[in-house]
């Protein structure tokens, strides 16, 4: 099975709060992210937290990390039209500084409904 | 997309023919990586280069070979396609080899027929 899951889709009703789940299995993971990607695009990095935190808050975007649990979430405020996309949390696995390696979630697959 | 192009953006071959994929960055970054995107998989990563001609294998990176002659170029072949190498390819780079400085191309999708 895949080492950092997410459920596969999510759908919210516009101007309701979206909240995005994720487990990973490595403890000595240092930085973890949300990536964003929007229809025919690339990836976008939305917000990352640091494994001594346990929240970090940017506008909307509110992430919380459970160490204890492996658990990390992507709470989106008022979502919006615009926030409709695939939204992969991805972990660094134990490398080398200056080499860090990137482990993706499976990505979840955020609707809006009108 | 911080100055990286792919292409082709989109490829259809048949089976056993060789495929060259093209990633090509204005940034002068050091560090280049190839993922591939599959459904339920999430990214996984190829191959990536830390320098010119210094490249290293990443966790799926058997069919797949890679070559980085300038800083600008970083081309990902399949010698033989097959089908489970459908896919769609994404590049990415990175200044410091650092995962918060991670910027990724806009994909190529692979049909292999």
């Known amino acids: 099975g895949e080492d950092v899951e997410q459920s596969l889709f999510l759908s919210v009703r516009e101007g309701d709060s979206s909240v995005i789940n994720c487990t990973y299995t490595d403890s000595s993971s240092t930085y973890l992210y949300w990536y964003k990607q929007e229809p025919g695009a690339g990836l976008q990095l939305l917000t990352y937290?640091?494994?001594?935190?346990d929240m970090k808050q940017d506008q909307r975007l509110t992430v919380l990390l459970n160490k204890k649990d492996k658990h990390l979430s992507l709470r989106i405020a008022d979502t919006q039209t615009g926030d409709s996309a695939i939204y992969f949390c991805a972990e660094t696995r134990g490398s080398n500084f200056g080499n860090e390696k990137l482990t993706f979630g499976t990505g979840t697959r955020l609707t809006i409904i009108p | 997309d911080a100055g990286i192009t792919q292409s082709p953006r989109h490829k259809v071959t048949e089976t056993g023919t060789p495929v060259t994929l093209r990633c090509h960055q204005t940034e002068n970054h050091r560090y280049m990586y190839w993922y591939r995107q599959d459904p339920g998989h999430g990214l996984r990563l190829i191959h990536y280069s830390y320098g010119v001609k210094d490249t290293d294998k990443g966790e799926v990176s058997d069919g797949y070979s890679v070559s980085r002659s300038k800083t600008e170029d970083f081309l990902l072949t399949l010698e033989s396609a097959t089908s489970s190498q459908t896919s769609v390819y994404f590049c990415?780079?990175?200044?410091?080899?650092?995962?918060?400085?991670?910027?990724f191309g806009p994909g190529t999708r692979l049909t292999v027929l």
């Open positions: 990415a780079i990175s200044e410091n080899g650092r995962s918060d400085t991670q910027y």
């Open positions: 937290i640091f494994s001594n935190m």
